[in-house]
């Protein structure tokens, strides 16, 4: 049942911590969404480690992005007509046994095919925890002004988890052996995964049919939904182009050791920038804000090819890291006028899966063009994706408003609040 807010109250971080029963799924999900931030460093680094060969552990780690965002969709669309508990319960199993299928082909000095076939599964099974995180507080939080804030919190939640994951990955890999990150990561997938399942009080409602029901409705086929994942695939070229061009970057002046501090940057602009975004009771609409973020990150991203300095390109990093999170919280935000409760947490795994996708192709194309010309080169991946994708938000901008408007009003304690919509 959603909650009702009182709009006596300016919406902010502290009220939405507040909100009854949220604390029972937000601390089993931030345990079950840890693990996916390991994933791709705990592969890149056992596989690296096996063959010698970062192309062939860079290529088995994006064919496990290619398959999760293809199939997270469907994972989505299941809990919706299912249940969230439904999903997670089998897939944190097959999870687990793929990962630890895969590490054993890498130890056993299996063929490279081998290891693509096991990458499938393993990236196929990702426990879409992040998506039904967002689904729980669509539910709680229907037709509230705290929906905004909410997004924020959990792109601040998503990139703190980015930041830690790889790290601790990393430290495991290293200092333990280099199979005990993605050990870990399905240890944690399925210890952290059960425990979010066996929350099923705050799980949104399922509706099931009836021969009155009117017929589930795809959130793909939501034209707003087609839009956001474009912008999206935009996002997630960001995040691959700057991963791989940072890291030629420092190799091109002498400086390895740069490329954590450059990407740690640029991972806390976007910190910043959620938490910010959260912190503020917006007047503008989600959609207003999600085509001014985006220009500003294409901007940004434009620049990046032609810097050559350390100081310069951790400066412009942040900038872009600034204009990250307004774009990602206002897309998210746009889910709930958008898309009916039934499609909900199939259309947050479509846009979760859009900035796999994308992500997955930058590191790609990034790292071809690195290799070929520089890191400079590696930088015209960012400015592309967003430049492709802000055309296609301001091109198809009408379609990232409600039908009906009404629908984003907030109920306030015996009056409604209207919620800007343009």
Not at 241 to 265: D, R, W
Not at 277 to 289: E, F, L, M, Q, T
Not at 370 to 389: N, Q
């Amino acid at each position: 049942m959603a909650s009702t807010v009182t709009t006596g109250k300016r919406p902010g971080y502290g009220q939405l911590l507040r909100t009854p029963g949220v604390w029972t799924f937000l601390l089993p999900g931030f345990a079950a969404r840890q693990p996916f931030a390991m994933l791709t460093i705990g592969i890149v680094l056992l596989v690296q480690h096996t063959t010698g060969s970062y192309g062939s552990a860079g290529a088995v780690a994006a064919v496990t992005g290619v398959s999760m965002a293809l199939f997270a969709p469907q994972s989505g669309k299941l809990a919706d007509r299912f249940g969230q508990r439904a999903v997670l319960l089998p897939g944190v199993l097959v999870h687990a046994a793929s990962v630890v299928a895969l590490t054993s082909l890498a130890l056993a000095d299996a063929p490279l095919w081998a290891l693509f076939a096991a990458a499938v599964p393993a990236g196929a099974s990702v426990p879409q925890v992040g998506p039904m995180v967002r689904a729980r507080w669509a539910a709680k939080l229907e037709r509230s002004p705290l929906m905004p804030t909410a997004a924020a919190f959990e792109s601040v939640t998503d990139e703190f988890t980015f930041v830690v994951g790889p790290v601790l990955a990393t430290a495991l890999c290293t200092g333990v052996h280099p199979a005990a990150g993605l050990i870990a990561e399905a240890a944690l997938t399925l210890a952290g995964g059960l425990l979010f399942a066996a929350q099923s009080r705050t799980q949104p409602a399922v509706r099931p049919l009836t021969a009155d029901s009117a017929p589930r409705v795809s959130a793909l086929s939501v034209p707003g939904v087609r839009v956001l994942a474009v912008a999206f695939l935009g996002i997630g070229s960001v995040f691959g182009g700057m991963q791989v061009s940072l890291t030629a970057f420092s190799e091109e002046i002498g400086n390895p050791g740069a490329n954590g501090l450059l990407y740690g940057v640029f991972a806390a602009g976007n910190m910043l920038a959620g938490i910010a975004c959260g912190a503020i009771a917006w007047k503008s609409s989600p959609r207003r804000r999600m085509i001014l973020g985006y220009t500003g990150l294409t901007l940004a991203a434009s620049l990046l090819w032609s810097v050559h300095s350390v100081a310069l390109l951790g400066g412009l990093g942040l900038i872009v890291g600034l204009c990250i999170a307004p774009a990602l919280i206002s897309g998210y935000t746009l889910v709930e006028p958008l898309v009916p409760a039934t499609a909900r947490t199939e259309a947050f795994t479509w846009l979760t899966g859009a900035v796999a996708l994308g992500q997955a192709a930058a590191v790609t194309v990034a790292g071809r063009l690195a290799d070929a010309h520089g890191a400079s080169a590696g930088f015209v991946v960012p400015l592309a994706g967003t430049a492709l994708a802000l055309v296609t938000l301001l091109a198809l901008r009408s379609r990232l408003s409600p039908k009906n408007p009404g629908r984003i009003m907030a109920r306030g304690v015996g009056h409604r609040v209207p919620v800007a919509v343009d």
